[in-house]
Nanobody, 121 residues
Framework: HVQLVESGGGSVQAGGSLRLSCSAS????????MGWFRQGPGKEREEVAT???????NVADSVKDRFILGKDNAKKSLYLQMRSLKIEDTGTYYC????????????????WGQGTQVTVS
């Protein structure tokens, strides 16, 4: 049973920073991809950043100069460090996981956390 629990959302002014964390039961298991997705008000859910079992990280062009995806091995969690936040970054951020085949993520991601709200004003 895959469990994903996000934390770290909140309200911040434009230009500020936030760090999201995801505690995952599949963390570093060598078989699952993990990532962050978001859904803004009135928008479809979009992929923000993912990491595959080999450690390859993919970050959306819209955030790659501002967001960093990483692993906190001590806490067994995936984090998303967000800086220079913009109003358009507002939304619910979801931690997600997916199986992999030969190191490639099986899409769509099918395990989801409950989401954490990020509001930029």
């Amino acid at each position: 049973h895959v469990q994903l629990v996000e934390s770290g959302g909140g309200s911040v002014q434009a230009g500020g920073s936030l760090r999201l964390s995801c505690s995952a039961s599949v963390f570093n298991d060598g078989a699952h991809c993990m990532g962050w997705f978001r859904q803004g008000p009135g928008k479809e859910r979009e992929e923000v950043a993912t990491i595959d079992p080999h450690g390859f990280i993919n970050v959306a062009d819209s955030v790659k100069d501002r967001f960093i995806l990483g692993k906190d091995n001590a806490k067994k969690s995936l984090y998303l460090q967000m800086r220079s936040l913009k109003i358009e970054d507002t939304g619910t951020y979801y931690c997600a996981a997916a199986g992999s085949h030969l190191g490639t993520c099986i899409r769509p991601f099918n395990y989801w956390g409950q989401g954490t709200q990020v509001t930029v004003s």
